[in-house]
């Protein structure tokens, strides 16, 4: 390494000099944990990100989903309690406060990360980054340089290019629905569209599962797969 100008260390290698030692493309759980891991042995380390912190686990999956799971059971609650010798009067779902506790709740946990970055060394830089050439990433009008730049970009949901698609969303989109869906057909029988079709059906919606195969869940136990089908036509999906 070697003093620039303006005070900032650089790395040297070979004939080259880099602003960074590590350039992290994303900031999922991945290029989180590569980012503080290496910053955390003294490498400087930059992280871009155009959406979200923590990626797909955090903001539009699994944790997200976890609370519209739990949620979706309460609407259960006042029929089995009578049985116990409560007696809930009109029930009612207000959807928006759903979303909107849902949003905060992602916005703390996107604080968190920040944070868990930002104390590591972690520079977090906001925007898109593309890359020019193997140690340039440009990011709007401006140029960083590393000796090492990690792509950790993740995925995104991809939809078939079929007559009616205009009509259809994706788990992403489901999670920021202004309104619950009155009827929703989902397609496909993996574990996501299972997990999906049991929360709508909880919050209210009339879910209908449209899947090639004769049950859900290929790959799983048989058994576990027949005793899904028939709870899931229990409950009127």
Known sequence: ??????????????????????????????????????????????????????????????????????????GHVPEEARNFGWDFSDPALNWARLIENKNTEIQRLNGIYGKIMTNAGVEIIDGRAEM??????????????????????????????????????????????????KRTLVVGGGYIAVEFAGVLKGYGSNVTQLYRGELFLRGFDRE?????????????I
């Open 1 to 74: 390494r070697r003093m620039r100008s303006d005070g900032a260390l650089r790395m040297k290698v070979g004939d080259h000099e880099y602003d960074y030692d590590l350039f992290v493309i994303g900031a999922g759980s991945g290029g989180v944990r590569a980012s503080r891991i290496a910053a955390s042995y003294g490498a400087k380390v930059a992280v871009a990100e155009e959406r979200y912190l923590g990626g797909t686990c955090v903001n539009v999956g699994c944790v997200p989903k976890k609370l519209f799971v739990y949620g979706s059971h309460y």
């Open 132 to 181: 020019l050439d193997a140690h340039t990433v440009q990011i709007g009008d401006k140029k960083y340089t590393a000796d090492r730049v990690l792509i950790a970009v993740g995925g995104w949901p991809n939809l078939p290019k079929i007559d009616g698609i205009e009509h259809a969303i994706t788990s992403n989109e489901f999670f920021y629905l202004k309104d619950l869906p």
């Open 224 to 236: 576990v797969r027949e005793f899904l089908a028939e709870q899931m036509i229990a409950q009127g």
